[in-house]
């Protein structure tokens, strides 16, 4: 693979923005050619056309005009679309104060002894190059009806946004740079199709399959083949398990997608999108994982693979369940995945606990909205939401908590979702919930006194609190689904 040492030349890009503005970022230096070997005779017209349809996109995008930007959005992928849609909607609370949409030049012809590899190659690499090396050095083609080449965006939102929640801070220049793809629909105009993804897939039925599996299909930056395989391995298992959780049953092919980067997957979900996550899923969406070169599956991955599918599994509930409070979707997605974490009932008490001592339990309230939580509380959404997903569980058994869930689903508030499946208010719940844990705290101070002295446990105030003997439920029901947004799958560290 010829390395690409020109990588990290900073070019200066005095284009574009309505704006006017000059940014400079990071971009391949190029050579004098722009046109690449495999051109076709009308690459120039092909490429004018799109460079006016990005000119387009993105003067939509400057002024949060969500319907300008989709219109040059392609419809025959529904997954794809909504995602976009999701992404454009953002424009409607945060528009960028900067975007820059351009085709990367291609990089500098060094010689090349072998041909690109064709898209959907599974090449065999043996020392798993950065995915980003894979494509970079490929030529954009413009053909009549179809161009490849990679699209770097550059943007920046403004400062003094509200820096609480997941959109982060402004005032930064970000970019980001991937292959796409743009098609030329039956009425002449050009429409953006998406990354360029490498795919592979289990089929229901496909030697191989499990029976009764519903499938799944994996599209990946190359370089990630290894990982797309371990992601097809484990979700037979995943969606067995979770299904059951959610004594549900989802028939139709669950589609992942890896991104190589984490810029690349923060991009993808929307501009103001700027925290540390490994895995992102919404309704009507794929489920987005971070890619890592050279990872082989293993628990960790289950992991976040049943986090994310859990909160497929709860949007499949109903329509409204986006509209859950937030500790509930991540609470329940993180139960839904507790079957692949070590010691998970023990290491959610030990966390939560430790919190009741020092007064830190979150109330629900502050930990219900996703954009408006604050970085602090962020473990408190997951860890103390999965804290009381196994204390319905366990008080009121799995189907209770599925109806519970099912409620909310359909558009029931949680104090009305509590009456209608548990027989109780959410604050009286919450009581009980309380009462629970203060009593295990005093069950676990009283063993720890009869506890014949050890030597060297001197009894500090205020030390960490020990793991509790019992679990809360002898038989954690299995899974819950959660439901949307950004997870923090054990992968990412959880604190900011
Ligand atoms: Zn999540």
Redesign the pocket.
């Known amino acids: 693979m010829p390395a690409l040492k020109e990588r990290n030349v900073f070019h200066r890009l005095v284009a574009a923005a309505s704006l006017g503005l000059a940014l400079s970022f990071p971009a391949a230096a190029f050579s004098e050619t722009r046109a690449g070997p495999s051109v076709a005779p009308n690459a120039d017209t092909t490429r004018a056309a799109i460079e006016a349809v990005l000119a387009e996109m993105q003067a939509a995008v400057l002024a949060g005009d969500i319907p300008g930007y989709l219109r040059h959005v392609a419809t025959d992928d529904p997954i794809f679309r909504k995602e976009q849609e999701n992404w454009a909607a953002d424009l409607e609370k945060f528009k960028p104060a900067q975007f820059i949409l351009a085709i990367r030049p291609d990089p500098s012809p060094a010689p090349r002894p072998d041909p690109a590899p064709a898209p959907e190659a599974d090449a065999k690499q043996p020392a798993t190059p950065a995915p980003e090396q894979l494509w970079k050095d490929r030529p954009a083609e413009f053909g009549p009806t179809r161009a490849r080449f990679t699209l770097t965006m550059t943007w920046m939102m403004p400062q003094n946004d509200n820096d609480a929640g997941p959109q982060g801070k402004g005032g930064r220049t970000r970019s980001v740079e991937y292959p796409v793809i743009f098609e030329r629909a039956a009425d002449g105009r050009w429409l953006f199709k998406g990354e360029q993804w490498q795919v592979m897939e289990l089929t229901p039925g496909a030697e191989g399959a499990p029976q009764d599996f519903a499938g799944v299909r994996v599209k990946y930056d190359p370089g990630l083949e290894g990982m797309a395989k371990a992601v097809i391995a484990a979700m037979p298992e995943v969606r067995a398990h979770v299904d059951e959780g959610f004594e549900q049953r989802i028939e139709r092919v669950q589609e992942v997608k890896l991104y190589g980067s984490m810029a690349h997957l923060q991009a993808s979900i929307y501009l103001s999108y700027s925290d540390s996550l490994g ?3 919404e309704p009507h969406e794929s489920i987005k994982l971070l890619g890592r070169a050279g990872r082989q599956g293993g628990a960790g991955l289950k992991t976040v693979m049943a ?2 599918y ?2 497929v599994a709860t949007f499949e509930f109903g329509e409204k369940a986006t509209d859950a409070p937030w500790w509930v ?2 609470g329940v ?2 139960l839904a995945a507790a079957k692949f974490r070590t010691n998970p009932v023990e290491r959610v008490n030990t966390i939560v606990h430790g919190w009741a001592r020092r007064g830190r339990l979150a109330n629900w309230e502050d930990i219900t909205d996703f954009r408006n939580t604050k970085g602090a509380l962020m473990g408190n959404v ?1 860890t103390q939401g999965e804290h009381m997903m196994l204390y319905v569980s366990d008080r009121f058994g799995r189907t209770k908590r599925n109806a519970w869930l099912r409620a909310m689903a359909a558009g029931k508030t949680i104090d009305q979702a509590t009456r209608d499946a548990l027989g109780l208010s959410f604050a009286d719940l919450d009581a009980a919930w309380r009462a629970d844990i203060d009593q295990r705290i005093k069950a676990e101070d009283q063993a720890k006194a009869k506890q014949p002295a050890e030597p060297a446990e001197p009894p500090m105030p205020g030390a960490p609190p020990q793991a509790p003997k019992v679990p809360l439920g002898e038989d954690p029901p299995p899974p819950g689904k ?8 054990r992968e990412v560290p959880r604190a900011r």
């Open positions: 895995g992102w899923n986090h994310e859990g909160h979707l991540e997605a993180d997951y959660p439901k949307m947004t950004p997870e923090q799958p």
